[in-house]
């Protein structure tokens, strides 16, 4: 066990944010296996038709507008964008300028920086998609998940399969090159079959990105009210792994670089703005049950639209975007404890095909916590899942800290390793707490 830990704030100078995810919370309607904070406004509503989504972006402002105002601690511009959701395609373009002119006006934008948006098939026309990117979108993530109409039905989505056409069609005459598709694994009646069919179709679109994700059974959801995880129809175990390897077989032989556990893209397309999170990188959030990550203590904003504002009402008068005082206790986590930062960059890092550079975890946590955390992934090590490039496995724990390789790094091995993250962390986890 690791004792006596420290408190972080004395060894840690923490960076500024460069980055920012936008929770935009509305969909048509709620799909079966979603538990993310979202409004259901109907089929119909969208921009600045819909009262609700209006009020939501002049309160999303504010929120942006007024947050660090209490810190004399000069702000970085941002160099990642990213509209998550919910349905952001919900936002007409005006909406979505508004909220990046605020951005801009309140924290800067570098010239290259990255502006993703979600978007739902179905959802948005040539105009919008046009305007997005004349805003300054570099960056769509269309969310597919499969390309069986009986599965989209069955998911509850509210889009078909020619509706996934078009969107990719609409991407194009855009002239938007970097687009992402979101696929899903794990469903409901879903067999390999149907999988291996996705993919192709998926990769036949050419996209420069891919998020292949596998079902989790949340227990909110329709499905988790419908399913137990593991029964049928839901695959079983052996079955979703064989969805695991086909997906890192056929994308790998595809071109695309298998560089997160859930993420394929190609060479020079890789997610920068999600490669903040891996990196245990600090980032704001904003919006209704948006996380953010400042001086090494997280918290997520209320996940109800009238306790959010009413939240957004409090910082105006005190702080935003920082653990205030004026934060309702429950949305306060207990400050980040040394070993804290080290399960998450252990978890996060091992997330990444590249790993985690052994140098750098010695530097930020000493080599004595280097050295326990590859005594307890020893047997993971036997297993296959889990290896080590530039140094020799049992070298780590004989070598001082100055003479470890700068180009060593520990990681997951592909697909076994990534296919078996769980539980690995969870083994990690037990025995560092
Ligand atoms: S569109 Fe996305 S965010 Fe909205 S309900 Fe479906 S899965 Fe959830």
Avoid at 88 to 102: G, H, W
Avoid at 334 to 339: A, E, K, L, T, V
Wanted: hydrophobic residues 40%; glycine residues 6%.
């Amino acid at each position: 066990m690791l004792k006596n830990i420290n408190p972080i704030s004395r060894t840690i100078a923490w960076d500024q944010p460069r980055a920012a995810y936008l929770h935009i919370p509305f969909c048509r309607r709620r799909c079966y296996y979603c538990d993310f904070p979202v409004a259901v406004v109907g089929d119909h509503a969208r921009g600045e038709n819909s009262g609700a989504i209006a009020q939501y972006v002049e309160v999303l402002c504010q929120e942006i507008e007024f947050t660090g105002l209490d810190t004399t601690v000069s702000t970085q511009p941002l160099e990642t964008i990213f509209f998550g959701g919910g349905t952001p395609s919900l936002l007409s373009v005006a909406q979505l300028d508004r909220i990046l002119q605020t951005l801009e006006h309140r924290f800067g934008m570098t010239a290259d920086a990255e502006i993703s948006i979600e978007i739902d098939p179905g959802t948005f026309d040539l105009p919008q998609i046009q305007g997005y990117r004349s805003a300054g979108v570099n960056r769509v993530s269309l969310g597919v998940q499969a390309f069986q109409p009986e599965l989209l039905t069955l998911c509850g989505r509210t889009h078909s399969v020619t509706d996934i056409y078009a969107a990719v069609e609409l991407i194009h005459q855009a002239g938007i090159l970097n687009f992402s598709l979101d696929l899903i694994s794990g469903l409901p009646h879903q067999t390999l079959e149907h999988w291996q069919a996705s993919l192709e179709a998926a990769i036949a679109l050419a996209p420069k990105h891919l998020s292949c994700y596998d079902l989790i059974v949340e227990p909110v959801t329709a499905f988790g009210r419908q399913y137990q995880p593991g029964d049928q129809p839901l695959p079983s175990d052996t079955a979703a792994a064989d969805m695991y390897r086909l997906a890192q077989k056929l994308l790998s032989a595809a071109g695309y670089d298998h560089y997160e556990v859930s993420n394929y893209g190609q060479p020079g397309f890789q997610c920068r703005h999600n490669h903040v999170y891996w990196r245990n990188q600090p980032f704001y959030g904003f919006g209704m049950g948006a996380a953010s990550y400042l001086e090494g203590q997280r918290f997520t904003r209320p996940r109800k639209t009238r306790e959010y504002y009413e939240w957004v009402e409090t910082q105006k008068l005190s702080i935003s975007n920082t653990p205030a005082s004026s934060l309702p206790s429950s949305f306060i986590p207990p400050p980040s404890s040394f070993q804290d930062l080290l399960l998450d960059t252990l978890m996060l890092g091992f997330r990444l095909a590249e790993g985690l550079s052994l140098v750098e975890l010695a530097q930020q946590f000493g080599k004595p916590s280097l050295d326990k955390v590859c005594h307890c992934l020893q047997l993971h090590y036997e297993q296959g899942w889990v290896e080590v490039v530039g140094v020799k496995w049992e070298a780590i724990t004989q070598l001082p800290s100055e003479a470890l390789p700068p180009t060593a790094r520990i990681k997951l091995t592909d697909p076994e390793g990534f296919l078996f993250s769980n539980q690995v962390l969870a083994d990690l986890f037990a025995e560092l707490e």
